[in-house]
Structures are given as structure tokens and as C-alpha cells.
């Protein structure tokens, strides 16, 4: 099969186009009539760095692509519009192959209300997906950067955090001896004790939030809605995402690490792999929660709005302080130095 | 280096931002206010397939990159506007690399009024840049798509074809005798005689249309305003894309060969590698010329203002018939079968 016939099998599967799309994929480019102000940001996964095939499948695969995207939008507090997709394809992927991870992202692309509006297939000696996504709003003033942050705002986190390291080193580290994880990710347990059986369920719920990813596009919005002065999503790591928020809003943060809300599971791997659970937590990246400063007296507001959109907690974890850099204060008073990220990624 | 410092010194280099953009490079998303229709398309160049280190300088390369994305914009007539670009770096690319690939996508950028708004670096095992444009127009109605040609109007092409292909043969083929080509793509002339420095010169020409293409945007704004029915870019042979606007169109294309307009040069290298010239033109792709249908009453119009804008000439090449596919008729009448182009690239 060609790239043209391809790229007609997968133009069959995709959705409806938004309403904002006048020319969907297929023409030179896609045409859009925005309306007001786009958030637009790119983001690409690539084989190796990002995702092993054999530890996740093709459909979660794209989804991942496509949901770290759209968490940048989230991050915006804007809505998601249309995808863009480069999609680079080894000779060991075949079309078959192409369609199940272009499912992946479809149906993520459904769930969200995201149009899949242009892709581009190039033969590639590794897998890679470049992901564009452009968001929309009202008025650029509805959007949230990260340089809105004053001392005294309260700063908050969406959902739980260290999920997604935990995953990782239960999926990369296979001495994790109380919880077994088969090729297709899912756990077996090994005895019927309902010890090992919840083990095993929170390992799954680890394993998926490293898989499959959720941009919490409905929480940036209710944050955006609510007054959040300046928002970033979790993709590095709380320790590092803390601190461009701090640099871009001139200002420092302190988090109490005591009020930082862990994810079932995340002590327990912290443990069997000896790490400080709240370091592990705060200093892997990929659980793209949402970071927020938003001033004291709308956080009653901004926590119930953020629970009726998506049923997650909003948690203040600290606050927002003059000064620069970000504090991690352990409950005993012992500060911790955030894991650094200073990579390519 | 870690990519935030490299991040930064990509930033220092970009020109101001555009005119639509309220927040560029360096948060979670650029924002726009784009105020009217945008067209938007990405795509990719990876290395081995698209382009070679040692034939094309880092700074062609990017320069490629974005010229073709752009060429899309042009074929829409739509104004070039944004580009967001996620590159693949490979171990053996180091920070200097990456600066003077950016910066040939820099200068193109500045040249063509374009914004370098958002951007990801990844870790990779083989260079790829993959570049979404977004382009603008007042309304949807003011841009072109491949679908609206009708039986009767004159065919047209901008500038001249074959040049990209002629080029690359003199890449790829060190047999060709009568020039020769260094590894910095300059041509060398190894006698005075005027021929061979003639020649010479055609063959840089040549080289140049190959890694350093032109995106047609004045032209591709000219042709829109000048009431273009139908419009593509010349991207993988005006064989194959000629073929595209008819799908779309649901109309048949008759092209005179003989009326063709091939570079300079075209026909020495055809001769030296015994392909016929107009093959070897038609068949080979990355010209990035746009081929448009256009009421014939509107040539006149089409014409002076593709000169007055690009000062290239636009040729009418044939028309727009009822039925289906592609005629290539030559002089003599017999007809040209245009080189299928059915592979992933």
C-alpha cells in the first residue's frame, strides 16, 4: 500500500470535523475559522526516548502522543480545536500497524472533541509522532502562560502525582517481586490474597497512567474560568515544571512536600525500589497534572469547579512567595533539592 | 548543554514575533489572535529519506524544512504566518548544529514574514524535523484547495520545472562529467572555457533549487486574488500532483508537454544520464512551483501580478477538461505516462 491509499484509510476513520474546520485533511492544507484566540504547541514522542513498543502497544502509543499534547492546551485553560500529526514510520511498522496507533489517537481525538485535521507519513528508520495541537478561547485573555503568578497566590495541583514514575519503574524494573507485569501491561497476581490482588490493581492503575496519559483539559479550563494567574502541566517532573513557573512569573514557590497528594501505589514501588516516595513523586515527570497559582479566595470556587469537570481533587500544596526558585519543604522541616531535568527528553 | 539552555539560545535568535502573536516561544503554548481563516499543514524531512548531512550544509537543511511546509501555505494562497517545529536530534548533532539548522529556518523565516512561535527538542537516533505553518487569509473564501478546477479553465504553472531533480542527479550521480560539485555544494569549473563555466553555473542553479527551495507565497497570493479555481504545489512531480488537483476536482487535466517550462540545465543533465528532459521534469518531484487552474479571462490579470510579486513568468500549460486523470501530451502527440508516485517519502 501506498502513502496516498494509507492516508485514505485512515481519512476514513477519523471523526467528523469540528466546527470551527472548513477543509479537513486531504487538500494542501486544512482550513480553520478560529474565531477568537488559538493556543498552539507541539510535541513529539519518539522511539526509545519516549516509548518502547514492546511495553506499549501502537494504540497507546498514539494516544500518549496526542494526550501529551493536549496537555500543554490543558496547561492554557484552552479548549481543545485540531491535531496535526508527522508521523515517521519504520519498516517494521505496516499499515496495519499505522492504523492501530492512528486508532489510539482518534479515539482520544473523539474524546476530546479534537479534530484530526492534517498529517504528514514519512518513512523513518525509527518510529517518531511530531504532535501540533491548536486550542481555542474566547480572547487571548482567557488564556493562562506561566508568568501571571503573584506572592500570596495560593498554588495548587490538580489530581495525584507520581503515578507515572511508578508505572515506568514497574514496567522497566522487572525485580519489582510483588507485582508481575505481563508483555501486554496488564498484572497478573500471583496468589489470591487480597493483599497481593489490590497491589496488583493499583499497579495497574500506575501502569496506565504512564500508558495512557490524561490531559486535564477540563481542569485547565475551570482553572482558567476561576482565576488562575498562571498554570503549567506536569511533563518534567513537579520539581522542574515548579520551577519555570517560578522563573517565568519572577517569583518563588513553596511547596509543603507533606500536602502533596501521591498516587495509590507510589509508596509502596518507592519503597521496593528504596526511594523516598515523595522524591519519586516529585521528581518524575509524565503525570501531566496541572499546576496552578490562583489567588486564596477563588480556591473554594476553583476546587469545586475542577471536581464537577473531571471528579479529581484540586489540592494546595503552597504557596506563592516574592523571591525566586522553589522550596520543598519535608514535614520535618528538611528541604528538598528537586531532582533536576536537564536533558533532552 | 540541557535543552532549556539550548532553548534559550534558540529563543535570543528569532526575530520579534508577528503581529497576531500575544505570547511566543517558551511557555506551555504560543497564543494567536488570528482574526480571519488560517490554513495550517505540517511536514516532515528525515534524514536518508529527504535529505543527506553531507550534501546539504544544517543550514539548508532547516531552510528546507520550512520551505516546504511553507509551499503548502503558498498553494492556498494563504499569507505564511506561524511555524511550530519539532526536531529529532541525534547523538552525533551537537548545540552548534542545532543553532545553524535553526538558523537557516530563521533567515527563510524573516524572509517570509513568518513567526518561529513554539518548538520541541527530542533525543533521536536520526535527525527529523517535522514543521507545522499556519498561514493566513481574511476568509475561508479568499483561500484555494485543490477541488474547485472546472472544464474549460486555462492550466498554469508557475516559474520553471525539472530543477530540483536535474539537481539532485548531480548530488547523487559523481559520474556526471561534465561538472563537477564539491561537498559544499559549490560548483567548481575545472577549465576557463565559457562553456564549461556556463554549464557551471546552470549546474549550481540546479543544486540550489534542490536544497534550498522557494516557496511560491507571492505568486500563491496572486493567484488567489486573481480568482484561481484550483491550486497544488508542486511537491512530488507535477505528474503526481497534477493528478491530485483532478481527484479533487473531480475533472480531467490536459497538459502539453511541449509547453513546459524546464530550468535551465534541465535538458544537459536528461541528456547526460539519458532520460528525456520532459520526463525527467514532469516525473521528478520538489520543484515547489504551484500549478493552478484559472478562468482564462483571468490569465492576463494572473500574470502580471505573479511577475510583479515573484518576477517569475507564469506559463499556461494546457486547460482543464471534463472526465477524469492526466493527459502529458507531447509535441509529436504521443502521450506521457507521468511517473506514479505511490511511496512513502
Do not use: N, W
Amino acid at each position: 500500500m501506498g502513502e496516498f491509499e494509507l492516508l485514505g484509510r485512515i481519512r476514513e476513520r477519523l471523526a467528523a470535523a469540528g466546527p470551527r474546520i472548513q477543509l479537513g485533511s486531504g487538500d494542501d492544507a486544512a482550513i480553520s475559522v478560529p474565531g477568537g484566540a488559538t493556543a498552539t504547541s507541539v510535541d513529539a514522542l519518539v522511539e526509545g526516548v519516549h516509548f518502547r513498543r514492546g511495553q506499549a502497544t501502537l494504540g497507546q502509543i498514539g494516544h500518549k502522543a496526542l494526550a501529551t499534547a493536549l496537555s500543554d492546551l490543558a496547561a492554557m485553560g484552552a479548549e481543545a480545536g485540531e491535531a496535526y500529526i508527522a508521523l515517521g514510520v519504520p519498516p517494521d511498522l505496516d499499515e496495519d500497524g499505522c492504523l492501530e496507533l492512528l486508532d489510539g489517537m482518534a479515539a482520544l481525538a473523539e474524546a476530546t472533541g479534537t479534530t484530526l485535521a492534517g498529517g504528514d507519513l514519512s518513512r523513518a528508520a525509527e518510529l517518531f509522532l511530531a504532535v501540533t495541537v491548536v486550542g481555542h478561547a474566547p480572547e487571548a485573555s482567557a488564556l493562562v502562560s506561566r508568568s501571571g503568578a503573584s506572592p500570596g497566590d495560593a498554588l495548587v495541583l490538580t489530581g495525584e502525582i507520581g503515578a507515572a514514575a511508578a508505572g515506568l519503574r514497574l514496567l522497566e524494573d522487572s525485580t519489582l517481586e510483588t507485582l508481575s507485569i505481563d508483555a501486554d501491561c496488564r498484572v497478573e497476581h500471583t496468589t489470591a490474597g487480597s493483599t497481593r490482588q489490590s497491589a496488583a490493581k493499583r499497579a495497574a492503575g500506575l501502569v496506565g497512567r504512564q500508558l495512557e496519559p490524561v490531559a486535564r483539559l477540563g481542569a485547565g479550563r475551570a482553572l482558567a474560568r476561576a482565576g488562575a494567574t498562571a498554570m503549567i502541566d506536569l511533563s518534567d517532573g513537579l520539581g522542574g515544571d515548579a520551577g519555570h513557573l517560578a522563573a517565568s512569573s519572577g517569583v518563588g514557590l513553596r511547596i509543603e512536600a507533606g500536602a502533596l497528594p501521591l498516587a495509590p501505589g507510589v509508596e509502596e514501588v518507592a519503597g521496593a525500589i528504596g526511594r523516598d516516595p515523595i522524591e519519586l513523586a516529585a521528581g518524575g515527570g509524565e503525570d501531566y497534572e496541572l499546576l496552578a497559582a490562583i489567588p486564596a479566595e477563588k480556591l473554594g470556587e476553583a476546587t469545586a469547579a475542577v471536581r464537577g469537570t473531571e471528579g479529581i481533587a484540586l489540592t494546595r500544596i503552597g504557596e506563592v512567595v516574592a523571591g525566586e526558585g522553589v522550596e520543598l519543604r519535608l514535614p520535618g522541616g528538611r528541604l528538598l533539592e528537586p531532582e533536576g531535568f536537564d536533558q533532552l527528553t
